[in-house]
């Protein structure tokens, strides 16, 4: 065939069980995890303005949310903790009994099939809202790295399936890797934010974990937007230090990124869909000027099929009822 009038292409997309048939990419339901917002207290969902649909839980209302989750099919949550008591080194992110602690050990004695992936930074504990300490005015690296560890320490002792850095300092996979190793977590895997992003896309996630710097930006320790070679590294990086799944944040404004690191690597990979990239989406079909349900998945479709395996997005519940 030489090509049209022989060679037709809509052939396979008249109706949809031929589209079925030969789509290249599958969105699943099993490919998504659901973020979650922790709070003290009791009785307590607060919403969160500028997200609409998603809301604050304290850790006695968290059961019935994480079964309405696994309802759904969605394999994974990934937990956020805003505690009550912030301090300049957010001793709470790694205090034994802190909230995400008490969160953790909540959900796994409800929904213990649930996996519970928890989110390794200091940025919701400390007073000025930075990811680390802050010497002179600026996060040091290397001071911040054992607290680190202790906090991804704490959140194995309670019982979470897989922790997640996000603070975006060198050297924090090799340390909390080491750390859980010398106290007999080998089997705990480390999904590290490899390529994250100083983005713009952070707003409402910011006002929801209360987690918006005292003073400056993250620009300083996250990436600059621009680029894509050095995230190649830093994902390189990371894995060298023993993470075992890597990822992509944000999702939607950086597909481009996401196929660079799948086809750099054959390591399991994650991408994060923000707060900002799902208000922007709210905000527009709330308006009527999108039609939510078809925008919702195809920007998730987009995201899996750049080649992320894994999509971490507020979208999970909605999406987990369509799939």
């Known amino acids: ?19 079925a048939l030969v789509r290249e990419t ?13 709070i003290e207290g009791s009785g307590a969902k607060q919403d969160v303005a ?27 949550v990934l937990l956020f903790g805003i505690p009550d008591h912030k301090d300049d080194v957010g001793s709470a992110a790694y ?41 002179d005015g600026y996060v040091d690296n290397d001071r911040t790295l054992e ?12 019982g979470a399936d897989i922790v997640a850095p996000s603070d975006m300092m060198d050297g924090r996979v090799k340390a909390i890797r080491e750390v859980l190793d010398e106290n007999g977590f080998h089997h705990i895997p480390i999904l590290s934010y490899a ?35 050095e995230a190649l590294r830093e994902v390189e990086q990371d894995i060298a230090e023993g993470a075992d799944m890597v990822m992509v944040k944000p999702a939607l404004a950086y597909l481009d990124v996401i196929r660079k690191v799948r086809d750099a690597t054959n390591y399991p990979l994650a991408a994060f869909n923000v707060s900002g990239e799902y208000s922007m989406v709210k905000a527009a079909a709330q308006r009527g000027w999108i039609d939510e349900r078809g ?3 195809e920007v998730l479709t987009a995201i899996k099929r750049a080649g992320a395996d894994i999509i971490i997005t507020y979208h999970a519940k909605e999406a987990a009822s369509w799939l």
């Open 1 to 19: 065939m030489t090509g049209f009038p022989q060679l037709r292409l809509r052939r396979l997309r008249r109706t949809e069980p031929l589209r």
């Open 26 to 38: 599958r969105l699943e339901v099993r490919d998504l995890v659901y973020p979650l917002f922790v």
């Open 50 to 76: 500028s997200m609409p649909g998603i809301f604050r839980f304290s850790v006695d209302l968290l059961p019935k949310e994480v079964k309405e989750v696994a309802k759904l099919g969605v394999p994974a």
């Open 95 to 135: 205090h034994p009994a802190g909230v995400l602690q008490r969160a953790i050990g909540t959900i796994k004695g409800s929904v213990p099939e649930l996996l519970v992936v928890t989110d390794v930074c200091l940025c919701e504990y400390t007073s000025h809202g930075h990811c680390g300490i802050v010497v």
């Open 147 to 158: 607290l680190l560890a202790r906090t991804a320490l704490s959140h194995a002792e309670a």
């Open 195 to 229: 390529a994250k992003y100083a983005s713009a896309f952070y707003g409402p996630f910011r006002e929801a974990a209360e987690s918006t710097p005292e003073f400056g930006d993250r620009r300083s320790y996250q990436m600059d937007p621009p680029n894509w070679r």
């Open 295 to 297: 925008a919702i998945l």
